[in-house]
């Protein structure tokens, strides 16, 4: 299994992020992001892999792949079309430097899904309650 990892460029949170794919699915189903290249390694992707998405300079949810195709911009020229679960699975926050276009995650080093309830696991527990509060709304933790 591979994944991809992409920024999210335009929304400054998960929320945002998840308000545009609500209209964009609504308006054009199935929910699909469109880019320029189109990945060769389709099968591996499509074999349970997810896009990792970059929000705010940290990879914060992932949404699980469903199909590669061929796609059209709106001025009519080639893409390929990304078909997505409407789902934003939420992950570990890792920080990330900006990059163009997407590229491929190996499984290994995905960040793994946060589980309700498990942020003891993390150390998590020993910040102060402020300071949980805070990175929560950040959308870090």
Known sequence: MLHLIKLSVGPKDVGQLRRIQALRAAAQPPLRHQTRMSPKRREELLAGGSIYWVVAGFVQV?????????????????????????????VEARAVKAFQGWRYLPAEEAPPDVVPGQE????????????????REARLI
């Open 62 to 90: 992932r949404q699980r792949l469903l199909d590669i195709v061929e796609d059209r911009w709106d001025d009519d020229t080639a893409c390929c079309g990304l078909v997505l679960h409407p789902e934003l699975v939420p």
């Open 120 to 135: 003891a696991v993390r150390g998590l527990d020993r910040l102060p309650p402020r300071l949980r509060a805070a990175l």
